[in-house]
T-cell receptor, first 112, second 114 residues
Framework: QKEVEQDPGPLSVPEGAIVSLNCTYS??????FMWYRQYSRKGPELLMY????GNKEDGRFTAQVDKSSKYISLFIRDSQPSDSATYLC????????????FGTGTQLKVEL | DAEITQSPRHKITETGRQVTLACHQT?????MFWYRQDLGHGLRLIHY???????NKGEVSDGYSVSRSNTEDLPLTLESAASSQTSVYFC?????????????FGPGTRLTVL
């Protein structure tokens, strides 16, 4: 079993929809949670960063962490075609140096 | 502007050949990482370095090596390329102690081993 599980999709939604992307994990020592966005044939770029449990909002994006359930989510409101990309969750241990453990990524397509 | 670059962007090689992929960053970051990205596996860590002359193995290090002689560069060497090493390779860098641990990724190198 992988430490971090993520539904690979692909997920196709109409423009303006609310998108929910999720990851589950098995290691309760993960304390830092990130979402990276990767456009086709590009490197990933950091989208959201949260520490421990709770919510964090940035514009149309909301990251949610539920440590009791070992479950994290990324919500995208009013989705746009420019949001079409692969979204990767990533996690870091406290005291684990700067190594990240990534999910496999969910491919999202927002259609006009 | 600071950046991280990789070269070559595309490479085709033959089984058994030695291949070196270059990674250069101008962020002046101490931490550098090499990943491979394959369908169904996501990003997997190959090797990483926390500073000059420091190198560490990641989860898929067999058949790969790195050396860190300065802050800016972390070349990745495939000692004897195998078809299983056909993949997209990403280099990343980050700075410790900033809390966010943001890793900045390069554009990737697409390697095909025939």
């Amino acid at each position: 079993q992988k430490e971090v599980e993520q539904d690979p999709g692909p997920l196709s939604v109409p423009e303006g929809a609310i998108v929910s992307l999720n990851c589950t994990y098995s290691n309760s020592a993960f304390q830092y949670f990130m979402w990276y966005r990767q456009y086709s044939r590009k490197g990933p770029e950091l989208l959201m960063y949260t520490y421990s449990s709770g919510n964090k909002e940035d514009g149309r994006f909301t990251a949610q962490v539920d440590k009791s359930s070992k479950y994290i989510s990324l919500f995208i409101r009013d989705s746009q075609p420019s949001d079409s990309a692969t979204y990767l969750c990533a996690m870091k241990l406290t005291g684990g140096g700067n190594k990240l453990t990534f999910g496999t990524g969910t491919q999202l397509k927002v259609e006009l | 502007d600071a950046e991280i670059t990789q070269s070559p962007r595309h490479k085709i090689t033959e089984t058994g050949r030695q291949v070196t992929l270059a990674c250069h960053q101008t962020w002046n970051h101490n931490n550098m990482f090499w990943y491979r990205q394959d369908l169904g596996h996501g990003l997997r860590l190959i090797h990483y370095s926390y500073g000059v002359h420091d190198t560490n193995k990641g989860e898929v290090s067999d058949g790969y090596s790195v050396s860190r002689s300065n802050t800016e560069d972390l070349p990745l060497t495939l000692e004897s390329a195998a078809s299983s090493q056909t993949s997209v390779y990403f280099c990343a860098s980050s700075e410790p102690g900033q809390g966010r641990d943001t890793q900045y990724f390069g554009p990737g190198t697409r390697l095909t081993v025939l």
